[in-house]
């Protein structure tokens, strides 16, 4: 197999890919019907993830047109000097070699995540939860078929039909090299991996998203806010999960009240701590530790901060490092709040459903990263990409 594909090539790739994503809907459709059916855990987000509609099908087709029409990530020039000996010194980007993807329920993930990684130049491999089976391997037959459409080898992308034993084995010990890998779903599956892994992990932790309703916020908004970030999509990892509200915010008790019943009105379950529970439709918090815990469910926690600094060391405290919001009109109290707050993503009087790549500009993403190291937030294309050091010179020795 050839260690680069040219920017033509990949392309031609992806929009053949795009191509019979369309042409084979039914079939598409009938195999995730399957895994629908077949489908036996009381999960409510995997249950969500799983599915596959006309609109998911959508979204592929979208996604595949958008990475064959977006620069090519490799080969860009990141730095470059010359040397006082007349060597000319550049780094350029590079693709990381072979990217192995871990993930649950989400077939999607088979065309949007594998597809940023193969534009990156990257051999990828697959594996999928047992849960989504006849979707994936239906998917992967047409990237082997696009592939091969396009006088390329199949080797390119890769799927491990393996059990959990048989992952372990090959995470400890791999049969082939592996250069990334990118686990995606919860937190026991990203420990599973970080554990048995012998090469560098990326990771996409727990959501667990906070918002600050602060003492100068409008709101209308912080409604709208906490229950488009609630309720929009409970399976999305940028759901909200927590909501501070703040002592000293003017007409507390009616903002609360509305926010309960706003929030039942979706048939949200809301667990509050002393102050909140006192009011009818709560549920008092039993385990101090749910103030931890990453819902992906209609449930959410209501609590009262005495102030903006203790917003920020709870948010700190608790969250997964993934989203934080303020809501206010105070743009000092909002820049004081973003700089401090340790998330990958700082809101002002917005949601916490834009931490995506695809609506911060990056065309979409291969996951999430909680990490610092070596991108955070959103994996996009152009974050793909390792680099490497061209050195040019005319018999320079040291």
Request: aromatic content about 8%; hydrophobic content about 40%; overall charge negative.
């Amino acid at each position: 197999m050839n260690l680069l594909l040219s920017l033509k090539q990949r392309n031609a790739v992806l929009l053949s890919m795009a191509k019979y994503l369309d042409e084979e809907r039914e079939a598409i459709l009938l195999a995730n019907k399957q895994d629908m059916e077949g489908y036996q855990g009381g999960d409510l987000a995997m249950h969500d993830r799983l599915k596959v509609d006309d609109a998911k099908i959508d979204g592929m087709i979208l996604s595949l047109n958008q990475l064959a029409n977006a620069e090519d990530p490799l080969g860009i020039e990141r730095f470059n000097f010359t040397h006082e000996n007349g060597m000319r010194v550049s780094n350029k980007t590079a693709p990381f070699g072979t990217i192995l993807i871990i993930y649950e329920s989400r077939p999607d993930v088979t065309i949007e995540a594998a597809g940023i990684a193969f534009k990156s130049g990257n051999k990828i491999l697959l594996k999928g939860g047992k849960e989504s089976l006849n979707s994936n391997l239906l998917l992967v037959q047409l990237w082997h078929k696009a592939l091969e459409a396009n006088d390329t080898t199949r080797e390119w992308v890769g799927y491990l039909e393996f059990n959990r034993t048989q992952t372990q084995e090959f995470l400890e010990n791999p049969t082939e090299k592996v250069d990334l890998i990118v686990p995606r779903g919860g937190e026991k599956l990203i420990a599973f991996v970080k554990q048995h892994a012998t090469c560098p992990v990326i990771v996409s932790g727990r959501g667990n998203n906070f918002v600050y309703v602060d003492s100068d916020a409008d709101v209308d908004v912080a409604i709208d806010i906490i229950i488009n970030a609630k309720t929009a999509k409970i399976s999305a990892c940028n759901a909200l999960d927590k909501v501070l509200i703040a002592s000293g915010l003017p007409d507390k008790q009616e903002f609360i009240s509305l926010l309960i019943e706003k929030l039942k009105e979706h048939k949200v379950e809301i667990i509050a701590d002393q102050a909140i529970s006192e009011f009818e439709g709560t549920t008092p918090i039993i385990d101090p530790k749910v103030w931890y815990e990453e819902f992906l469910d209609y449930k959410i926690v209501l609590g009262l901060a005495v102030d903006l600094d203790d917003a920020i060391e709870r948010i700190n405290k608790y969250s997964g490092g993934h989203s934080a919001s303020i809501i206010t009109t105070n743009e000092e109290k909002a820049d004081y709040f973003m700089s401090r707050i340790d998330c990958a993503a700082v809101y002002h009087n917005a949601s916490t459903r834009f931490t995506d790549g695809g609506q911060l500009g990056l065309g979409g993403e291969l996951a999430i990263s909680t990490d610092k190291l070596h991108q955070r937030g959103p994996i996009g294309l152009q974050h793909l990409v390792t680099n490497k050091w061209y050195v040019k010179g005319s018999g320079q020795v040291r």
